[in-house]
């Protein structure tokens, strides 16, 4: 398939690749203390599992996909009208489901990263005291919001570098990407598959 979802393909694999792999050389057991960064434990968690996650949804989308299409061109009890309907229906209730799924993980790990990125004085300024306080109690996150270092292994408030970027740098990508892929998304399915 050509357009917009081939090229969200081939930008999103390399992504979830690197998000796995960086995610596994630097987790350690689930709860158990991780001297890669104390200040987020489970950091190396959120990609590792993000990357695996999405990428076995991206792959059964390609999969239905496929099956849709072959079902479409293929077989004799899918008629012209009827079989683009299916195609149309089948992937639009799959593809918002996903959608929801991966706004759902990015938004509370963009929060379980970017608060340490930010540092707790700029969000109790910017947020107010008793709005961040009743905000994290309503989430359940009781957790300590580090000013992030990267040089002093010994302290509560560093993070692996590259872990930390990593992760930093591909949520704020992974925004855009899911951005592009929302447009793509409500282009793809108003102007292709309506008038098959």
Sequence with gaps: KGGGGGILYVLGFPILILMIVVGALKATTPGENNPNCPAEPNLPWFLLTGGVGITFLLLVRIGLNNLMHCMKNYLKCCHDVAGCFCEFSCNL?????????????????????????????????VIGRENLDLFRASIGDNDTIHDIQFTDPLSESYCDHLLFMVAFVLLSFGWIVLTGALIVFIADKIFNKIVC
Excluded: A, E, Q
Excluded at 98 to 113: K, S, Y
Excluded at 117 to 125: A, E, F, I, N
């Design 93 to 125: 209730i799959y593809d918002i489901l996903v959608m929801v799924m991966m706004v759902m993980w990015m938004i509370t790990v963009t929060w379980w990263v970017f608060r340490h990125k930010v540092g707790p004085s700029k969000l109790y300024t």
